[in-house]
């Protein structure tokens, strides 16, 4: 029987769909069997072959919260990703704000080099950064890793704000100059509000990288301002086997973040395209 | 707005950015012309080239430079191909989709610690992982992915964290193509791959370029995979650059060595820059 242009199109249709499924569920899988396995005793996490039907428990997470000090390390993430975030954003608007509005011949050049020094490789300097946090005091403090997230994060924040902000009319800040705006006043009071998109993105973005940021969080902080990414590191050496109690580590550690993922992730692509999407 | 007050606005990110760029850099540079072991503080002075010669001759050195290349090579088309496909794959209008969408992003989010961790050893555990048991029932020897592979296990690990990342711009652009183009272009009798050549490619260009230089800068320092999986090992089968100094530098205690590593590092960070400026700088002309 012949099939018709309709009938093999949506064939193939069908097909996809299968596909895009079958293609989902892998790249899901690993964090699915991440979150399974911590409601599992330690037992059943390395049982050959592993079981899918078990009756869930919920001691490695009631472990993690006797042993370790979650809440803790979940706020020094926050107050570091949101902090760098924060910081990178109170230099970046000005800066990028004269830029996209004044530019001149260097302008580029600026941007171009700025965006290079994010490809200094952080291993290179890590020896002088980690000299200096020791000499003043500030290995294993929030203002350290804060300051450092702003400023590894300083040029790709700089690159979509720029971008963003040369997409505003110039009439409109013209026409403010005339009625006489300051300087200040036309940041906060126009350009601000005119690319929020970009800038809520473009933060979006910046907290979800500083978050998982694990060179500089695990060289320079343990204990003290230690973010979730060091809790982790810490259950790698020396628990051997206990898979679920890091699986639960794991868990809680990701949960934040992806969830904050899923619910920005339209916003985030904007920032991650330079606003070439919309 | 006159020129004093652009320069004054411009001035913090300038300057801070040229200060964290310029202190470590010059400081790195002269730890590397010491000699600055921190397990003998006694032993100082200056050795001129030393440090270099001893981090350019060590059996390490070209296996992680040519591991470092590979790396970011493999994940790399790894990544954009793959991210490519999926996003053709789910352009299209079917039930559930957004769950589809957000299983797709998911492991972006991850933390790379985390991921290196679940893939080590929930999947590449040659006794308890899946891999292993997945090999045992259909009758093959299971393999030792870590200490066989550890290299490609690595571009798995890392491939899995970015494509999704590909597949999130891939597919966030692909919704802003124009639909009367498409539909133009089927009632035109254009095949798939016409399309995909003709329309969508073009269409996505800006966004792979992104893609590219975004996902250039991470690999060429990539640590965290490295430190929590193989350790660099077998022997030097998956260390890098970034990784052989970190070993260097914390491992070894010899600062000067470790600097002398940093310098190569930036040499070489900067080769692949060029390149990338060249991209991104045609993008922003555009």
Same mark, same amino acid.
């Given at each position: 029987?012949?099939?018709?242009?309709?009938? /093999?199109?949506?064939?193939?249709?069908?097909?996809?769909?299968?596909?895009?499924?079958?293609?989902?569920?892998?790249?899901?899988?690993?964090?699915?069997?991440?979150?399974?396995?911590?409601?599992?005793?330690?037992?059943?996490?390395?049982?050959?072959?592993?079981?899918?039907?078990?009756?869930?428990?919920?001691?490695?997470?009631?472990?993690?919260?006797?042993?370790?000090?979650?809440?803790?390390?979940?706020?020094?993430?926050?107050?570091?990703?949101?902090?760098?975030?924060?910081?990178?954003?109170?230099?970046?608007?000005?800066?990028?704000?004269?830029?996209?509005?004044?530019?001149?011949?260097?302008?580029?050049?600026?941007?171009?080099?700025?965006?290079?020094?994010?490809?200094?490789?952080?291993?290179?300097?890590?020896?002088?950064?980690?000299?200096?946090?020791?000499?003043?005091?500030?290995?294993?403090?929030?203002?350290?890793?804060?300051?450092?997230?702003?400023?590894?994060?300083?040029?790709?924040?700089?690159?979509?704000?720029?971008?963003?902000?040369?997409?505003?009319?110039?009439?409109?800040?013209?026409?403010?100059?005339?009625?006489?705006?300051?300087?200040?006043?036309?940041?906060?009071?126009?350009?601000?509000?005119?690319?929020?998109?970009?800038?809520?993105?473009?933060?979006?973005?910046?907290?979800?990288?500083?978050?998982?940021?694990?060179?500089?969080?695990?060289?320079?902080?343990?204990?003290?301002?230690?973010?979730?990414?060091?809790?982790?590191?810490?259950?790698?050496?020396?628990?051997?086997?206990?898979?679920?109690?890091?699986?639960?580590?794991?868990?809680?550690?990701?949960?934040?973040?992806? %969830?904050?993922?899923?619910?920005?992730?339209?916003?985030?692509?904007?920032?991650?395209?330079?606003?070439?999407?919309? | 707005?006159?020129?004093?007050?652009?320069?004054?606005?411009?001035?913090?990110?300038?300057?801070?950015?040229?200060?964290?760029?310029?202190?470590?850099?010059?400081?790195?540079?002269?730890?590397?012309?010491?000699?600055?072991?921190?397990?003998?503080?006694?032993?100082?002075?200056?050795?001129?080239?030393?440090?270099?010669?001893?981090?350019?001759?060590?059996?390490?050195?070209?296996?992680?430079?040519?591991?470092?290349?590979?790396?970011?090579?493999?994940?790399?088309?790894?990544?954009?191909?793959?991210?490519?496909?999926?996003? %053709?794959?789910?352009?299209?209008?079917?039930?559930?989709?957004?769950?589809?969408?957000?299983?797709?992003?998911?492991?972006?989010?991850?933390?790379?610690?985390?991921?290196?961790?679940?893939?080590?050893?929930?999947?590449?555990?040659?006794?308890?992982?899946?891999?292993?048991?997945?090999?045992?029932?259909?009758?093959?020897?299971?393999?030792?992915?870590?200490?066989?592979?550890?290299?490609?296990?690595?571009?798995?690990?890392?491939?899995?964290?970015?494509?999704?990342?590909?597949?999130?711009?891939?597919?966030?652009?692909?919704?802003?193509?124009?639909?009367?183009?498409?539909?133009?272009?089927?009632?035109?009798?254009?095949?798939?791959?016409? /399309?995909?050549?003709?329309?969508?490619?073009?269409?996505?260009?800006?966004?792979?370029?992104?893609?590219?230089?975004?996902?250039?800068?991470?690999?060429?320092?990539?640590?965290?995979?490295?430190?929590?999986?193989?350790?660099?090992?077998?022997?030097?089968?998956?260390?890098?650059?970034?990784?052989?100094?970190?070993?260097?530098?914390?491992?070894?205690?010899?600062?000067?060595?470790?600097?002398?590593?940093?310098?190569?590092?930036?040499?070489?960070?900067?080769?692949?820059?060029?390149?990338?400026?060249?991209?991104?700088?045609?993008?922003?002309?555009?």
């Amino acid at each position: 029987m012949q099939m018709t242009d309709k009938q /093999r199109e949506r064939l193939i249709n069908h097909i996809a769909v299968a596909a895009a499924w079958i293609v989902a569920a892998l790249f899901f899988f690993p964090i699915f069997w991440m979150v399974l396995t911590s409601f599992k005793t330690e037992l059943e996490a390395i049982a050959v072959p592993p079981t899918l039907f078990f009756e869930p428990t919920l001691e490695n997470y009631t472990l993690i919260e006797e042993r370790t000090d979650y809440f803790r390390f979940a706020l020094n993430s926050v107050i570091t990703s949101f902090g760098g975030t924060l910081l990178a954003m109170l230099i970046a608007i000005p800066s990028a704000y004269a830029m996209a509005f004044n530019p001149t011949r260097r302008t580029k050049d600026i941007l171009l080099w700025m965006l290079s020094t994010k490809m200094l490789p952080a291993v290179g300097v890590l020896m002088p950064i980690y000299l200096i946090c020791q000499r003043l005091g500030l290995l294993d403090t929030h203002i350290a890793l804060i300051f450092i997230f702003a400023m590894i994060n300083l040029p790709i924040i700089m690159m979509i704000l720029f971008n963003y902000f040369r997409e505003i009319p110039k009439e409109i800040i013209e026409a403010s100059r005339m009625d006489g705006a300051t300087t200040f006043g036309e940041i906060t009071q126009i350009v601000m509000p005119l690319a929020w998109g970009g800038i809520a993105s473009t933060a979006l973005l910046s907290i979800v990288l500083l978050w998982n940021e694990a060179f500089w969080s695990i060289n320079l902080t343990s204990s003290d301002a230690g973010t979730l990414v060091v809790l982790v590191a810490s259950f790698t050496a020396p628990e051997g086997l206990f898979w679920a109690k890091l699986s639960a580590v794991s868990t809680l550690a990701c949960a934040p973040i992806v %969830v904050f993922g899923w619910l920005t992730q339209k916003q985030l692509v904007q920032g991650l395209t330079f606003g070439a999407v919309k | 707005m006159n020129r004093t007050l652009t320069r004054l606005l411009q001035a913090p990110s300038v300057v801070l950015l040229l200060l964290w760029m310029l202190i470590p850099l010059s400081m790195t540079i002269y730890f590397s012309t010491i000699r600055y072991h921190l397990l003998y503080p006694e032993r100082s002075g200056f050795v001129g080239f030393s440090n270099y010669e001893f981090f350019y001759t060590d059996p390490a050195f070209w296996p992680a430079i040519l591991n470092t290349l590979i790396l970011v090579g493999s994940v790399l088309i790894i990544s954009v191909v793959l991210g490519l496909a999926v996003a %053709v794959l789910i352009d299209r209008p079917f039930r559930f989709r957004g769950i589809a969408r957000v299983m797709l992003i998911s492991p972006f989010f991850i933390m790379p610690t985390v991921n290196a961790l679940i893939w080590k050893n929930m999947m590449m555990n040659p006794i308890y992982g899946l891999f292993a048991v997945v090999a045992n029932t259909i009758g093959v020897e299971p393999v030792d992915w870590l200490a066989q592979f550890p290299l490609l296990s690595i571009i798995i690990i890392v491939s899995w964290q970015w494509t999704p990342f590909a597949i999130l711009i891939f597919m966030t652009s692909l919704q802003s193509l124009d639909q009367e183009q498409k539909e133009a272009a089927l009632l035109d009798g254009a095949g798939f791959w016409a /399309r995909f050549f003709n329309l969508t490619l073009p269409h996505l260009a800006r966004p792979i370029a992104i893609v590219l230089m975004i996902q250039m800068i991470f690999h060429l320092s990539i640590f965290a995979e490295i430190f929590v999986t193989t350790g660099g090992g077998p022997g030097t089968q998956s260390t890098n650059l970034a990784f052989l100094i970190f070993s260097q530098a914390l491992q070894g205690f010899d600062v000067g060595v470790a600097s002398a590593g940093g310098v190569f590092a930036i040499i070489l960070a900067n080769i692949v820059a060029i390149f990338l400026v060249r991209l991104i700088g045609k993008n922003l002309a555009a």
